[in-house]
C-alpha cells in the first residue's frame, strides 16, 4: 500500500497517516515508555502493545476513529501518535482529540500543529460537530495544547476506572450543546 493510500492529512511540517508492520516498534517503545505515558494511566506491558499495534496495521482501514502515527516531513521519522477516539463520557458518545509525542519530538510546537490540524479534519473532513479532551489535571503541556486549539475548560470528571479528569471541549461554528445521546440509553 503506498503512502498516500495511507495519508489522513498533512501540515506544514508534519504528515499523519495510518499505520503498518513497521511502525510496530516505534510505537511499542512509545507506550512503554513511563516519562511519555505518565500522565496517560502509565507504560504499558511490550507484548501485548506489539500484538496489538500488529492487529491495527494488518487493518489500518478497520477503525473510523482511531490514533495515526505522526511523521515528521523534514526527517522523515515516526515522531507521534494522535488523532480521533470515540469515548463515552458519562453516557454520551463524544470524540476526543488525542496527541502523544515522542520525547525527542517535544517542545517543536507540533502537539499544536497536530492538534490544529486534527481540529479542522474533525469539522471539516468528517462533519464532526464537537470535539474534548481529557486530561490529567497536572498535564500542563497537554492543557496548553488543547487551548491553543481552541478548546475550554467544561469541568472535572471520574472516569471509570476512578481516574480524575478535566473535559474540555470545542464546539463547531452552529453546534449544539451536549453529546449525542446513546441510542440504546
Ligand atoms: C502534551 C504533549 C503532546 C505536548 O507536545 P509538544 O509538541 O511538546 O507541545 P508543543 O510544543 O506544541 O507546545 C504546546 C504548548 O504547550 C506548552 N508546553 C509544553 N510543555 C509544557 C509544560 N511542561 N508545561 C507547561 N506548558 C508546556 C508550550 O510552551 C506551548 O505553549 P506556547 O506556544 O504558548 O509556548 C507532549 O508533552 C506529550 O506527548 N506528552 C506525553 C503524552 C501526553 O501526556 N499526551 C496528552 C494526553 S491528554
Keep these: 500500500m503506498s503512502e498516500a493510500d495511507l495519508l489522513i492529512f498533512e501540515t506544514a511540517r508534519l504528515?499523519?497517516?495510518?499505520?503498518t508492520q513497521d511502525d510496530v516498534?516505534?510505537?511499542?517503545?512509545?507506550w512503554s515508555n513511563p516519562d511519555v505515558t505518565r500522565y496517560m494511566g502509565g507504560p504499558?506491558?511490550?507484548d501485548w502493545l506489539r500484538t496489538v499495534f500488529a492487529e491495527t496495521a494488518a487493518a489500518p482501514f478497520a477503525e473510523a476513529y482511531d490514533l495515526w502515527v505522526l511523521v515528521?516531513?523534514?526527517?522523515?521519522q515516526s515522531v507521534g501518535h494522535c488523532g480521533l477516539l470515540d469515548k463515552?463520557?458519562?453516557?454520551?458518545?463524544e470524540i476526543e482529540l488525542s496527541y502523544v509525542l515522542a520525547p525527542e519530538a517535544q517542545g517543536k510546537g507540533y502537539a499544536?500543529?497536530?492538534?490544529?490540524?486534527?481540529?479542522?479534519?474533525?469539522?471539516?473532513?468528517l462533519g464532526l460537530r464537537r470535539l474534548v479532551a481529557l486530561i490529567e489535571p497536572e498535564n500542563a503541556a497537554s492543557e496548553r495544547v488543547a487551548l491553543k486549539a481552541g478548546l475550554h475548560f467544561d469541568r472535572q470528571i471520574i472516569r471509570p476506572g476512578g481516574?480524575?479528569?478535566?473535559?474540555?471541549l470545542i464546539e463547531a461554528a452552529g453546534g449544539e450543546a451536549g453529546g449525542m445521546e446513546k441510542q440504546n440509553e
Design 15 to 19: 504528515v499523519l497517516r495510518r499505520q
Design 25 to 30: 516498534d516505534f510505537l511499542t517503545e512509545l
Design 44 to 46: 504499558r506491558e511490550k
Design 72 to 76: 515528521e516531513k523534514e526527517s522523515g
Design 88 to 93: 463515552d463520557i458519562e453516557g454520551h458518545a
Design 112 to 125: 499544536a500543529e497536530i492538534a490544529a490540524g486534527l481540529k479542522k479534519y474533525a469539522f471539516e473532513e
Design 163 to 168: 481516574a480524575l479528569r478535566k473535559l474540555y
